[in-house]
């Protein structure tokens, strides 16, 4: 079984700062790439980030110069910095991570369960 954790939602003003993390816990061997998506209301997820294993990154280009992803390989982890909110950014973001779980030949997709970020203009 494998689970990924996120925190650090919430609301803020625009032109405020948030860090999302996110956890990778259970039966894992190893983890290629990682990385966040969100998904507005009436709107289809989205990729914010993503990060392969090592430290190669991409963005979307509504949020690059202001959102940072990281990772730790060592403690299946993965974080979003973001800066200079906007009204926009507001949504659910979702971890993603692309998970071989151990005594398995193969790859999958696993989502951690989403958390609200909500910025007010």
């Known amino acids: 079984q494998v689970q990924l954790v996120e925190s650090g939602g919430g609301l803020v003003q625009a032109g405020g700062s948030l860090r999302l993390s996110c956890a990778a816990s259970g039966s894992i061997r190893s983890i290629e790439a990682m990385g966040w998506y969100r998904q507005a209301p009436g709107k289809s997820r989205e990729l914010v980030a993503a990060?392969?294993?090592?430290?190669?990154?991409n963005y979307a280009d509504s949020v690059k110069d202001r959102f940072t992803i990281s990772r730790d390989n060592a403690k299946n982890t993965v974080a979003l910095q973001m800066n200079s909110l906007e009204p926009e950014d507001t949504a659910v973001y979702y971890c993603?991570?692309?998970?071989?779980?151990?005594?398995?030949?193969?790859?999958?997709?696993?989502w951690g369960q989403g958390t609200q970020v909500t910025v007010s203009s």
């Open positions: 990060i392969t294993t090592d430290s190669s990154a």
């Open positions: 993603h991570a692309n998970i071989r779980r151990t005594f398995s030949h193969t790859y999958a997709d696993y």
